[in-house]
C-alpha cells in the first residue's frame, strides 16, 4: 500500500512535491499500512489498462503468496494537475467504493495516485476502513465466483470460518442482488457490513443487497 506520483503530476513530479506527499503519508496514513512512495516518470502507456477489467478474472489463478495482481494505480482524490487539467476524480462516491473493494477483496497492491495533502474527509474514509483493509491485508483465495451482465460476485477468505463476500453492480440502475450461501459451503452466517461498519442480522440460507449504479457492497460471513 503506498502512493504514485502519476496521476497527479504525470511527469512534472518534483521533488518537493513527492516530499510533501511522503510527509503526509507518515503522519495520516502510515498507521493503516500505507507506506510506499513511488515516483513514477513517463512508463504510462495509453492503451495498456484496454480489457483490464477482464483480466482480473483471469489473473486470479495465478494470486499467491509473493504473486500480486497489479490492478494500477488509484485515481482517488484530486488527481491532474501534471496533465494540466487539476480536479477531483470524476468517479462516483459509489465508483470508488467499487474500486476500493475490488482492489481489496482481488488483493491487489493499493498504490493512491491523488495529491495525499488535499484529500478530503470522504477520500480519507475510504483509505483509513480498517476492517475494509483488512480484506486486503489478510485474505486469501481471492476468486470471482459469479458474473454476467448485469454484476459480479467476489471472494476471499481469512480462515476456515470467515469469508469476505463483495458483490458489484455493472449496470446503470439500482439492482438488489441475492447469493445463496451454500454456494460458498456454508449453513447460516453472522453478517458484518464493512462499508458501513455495522453488524447486519444473522441468515440462514442467502444474502441480498440493494446496490446502487456502479456500487459494491462488502461483507463478511462468520459462522
Known amino acids: 500500500m503506498g502512493w504514485n506520483s502519476w496521476d497527479c503530476y504525470a511527469a512534472t513530479v518534483t521533488e518537493a512535491q513527492l516530499l510533501e ?10 498507521p493503516f499500512g500505507w507506506e510506499y512512495i513511488v515516483c513514477d516518470i513517463q512508463w504510462y502507456e495509453p492503451l495498456a489498462g484496454t480489457g483490464e477489467g477482464e483480466y482480473r478474472e483471469l489473473w486470479q489463478s495465478h494470486v499467491r503468496p509473493g504473486c500480486w495482481p497489479d490492478c494500477d494505480m488509484l485515481p482517488l482524490g484530486r488527481i491532474g494537475v501534471g496533465f494540466k487539467t487539476p480536479r477531483f476524480t470524476n468517479f462516483t462516491h459509489d465508483e470508488q467504493i467499487t474500486m476500493m473493494t475490488l482492489w481489496c477483496i482481488f488483493r491487489s497492491p493499493l498504490m493512491m495516485g491523488g495529491i495525499l495533502p488535499d484529500n478530503d474527509d470522504w477520500t480519507m474514509s475510504l483509505l483509513t476502513n480498517a476492517e475494509v483493509l483488512d480484506v486486503l491485508k489478510l485474505g486469501s483465495c481471492a476468486r470471482q465466483i459469479r458474473r454476467d451482465e448485469s454484476g459480479a460476485v467476489w471472494m476471499n477468505s481469512e480462515n476456515p470460518g ?9 449496470d446503470d440502475r ?7 450461501l451454500k454456494c460458498i459451503g ?31 457492497v462488502l461483507f463478511r460471513l462468520c459462522k
Do not use: S
Not at 21 to 30: F, S
Not at 174 to 180: N, S, V, Y
Not at 198 to 209: G, V, W, Y
Open 21 to 30: 506527499n511522503a510527509e503526509y503519508m507518515r503522519k495520516y496514513l502510515l
Open 162 to 170: 470467515r469469508i469476505n463476500l463483495a458483490f458489484f453492480n455493472f
Open 174 to 180: 439500482e439492482q438488489t442482488f441475492r447469493f445463496p
Open 186 to 216: 456454508m449453513e447460516g452466517a453472522k453478517v458484518r457490513d464493512l462499508w458501513a461498519g455495522k453488524d447486519l442480522p444473522p441468515i440462514m440460507d442467502e444474502i441480498c443487497a440493494n446496490l446502487n449504479p456502479h456500487g459494491a
